[in-house]
């Protein structure tokens, strides 16, 4: 698969993984983009067998117990089993990091653990092996809601998320119509380290601009415009 469909199929996961969460928080005015798929979408969500992100699923799994580096050691060495080891991890993300003193994505933080702890090369941003790998660890968080870290470290981060968020982008007054947009794609970008621009684009610009959006994404559920 591509880049461009394997973060659409993982943009489709994270949602679903949204909706789940909010059905079980009712007092929780987030909302999921889940609500505003089509019914044929929502249906592909709710069965893994129809879902095309379960084959990143299935490709991740592997990689989590694929030996990588000079001690040749798997991810399953230090962690265990994903799904108690990994539970609850990717529903928290972005996350302070404190030796790059900014926040880091799961793809980032995963490949923290890849270069620093497996001494392994990074992989690419985007990458089939980074999304897969992505993809299983986020669906260990399935049922639970986004809960952004409770620490002081990512306001400012937050702040000039905010501020991107409610920027009016072009010459027109488009910012009431595309807010909406923005958030749908936004959810995308939060899971997989890549922003969609206005135009439904797969943005290759440096994570270095996006990351205050992704960072303020899971604030950010409600219906604008
Ligand atoms: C040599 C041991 C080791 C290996 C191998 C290893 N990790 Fe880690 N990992 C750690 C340690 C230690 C931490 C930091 C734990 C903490 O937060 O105190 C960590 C943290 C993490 C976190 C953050 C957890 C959180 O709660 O925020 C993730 C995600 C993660 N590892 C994923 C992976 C993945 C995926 C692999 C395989 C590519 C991997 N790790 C390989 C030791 C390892």
Known sequence: MTGALASLALGVLASGLLAVGSAHAQQDPRRSGYDDMSSATQAMQRDDTQ??????????????????????????????????????????????????????????????????????????A?????????????????????TPPDDTRLAPFRARGEQRYRQRIGQLDVHAKVVRIEFELVVVGTQTGVLLDIHGQRGDRPLEGQLPVLVLSGRCFERHG
């Open 51 to 124: 879902n095309p992100a379960m084959l990143f699923v299935a490709d991740g799994e592997a990689l989590w117990k694929r030996p990588a580096g000079s001690d040749a050691k798997t991810c399953a060495s230090c962690h265990g089993d994903a799904r108690t080891g990994m539970r609850g991890v990717a529903a928290r993300y972005p996350a302070f990091y404190g030796s790059l003193a900014r926040p880091v994505t799961l793809g980032e933080r995963l490949n923290l653990c890849r270069t620093r702890q497996q001494r392994a090369e990074a992989w690419r």
């Open 126 to 146: 985007e990458s089939a092996e980074l999304l897969a790998l992505e993809a299983y660890v986020a669906l260990q968080s399935r049922g639970q809601v986004i």
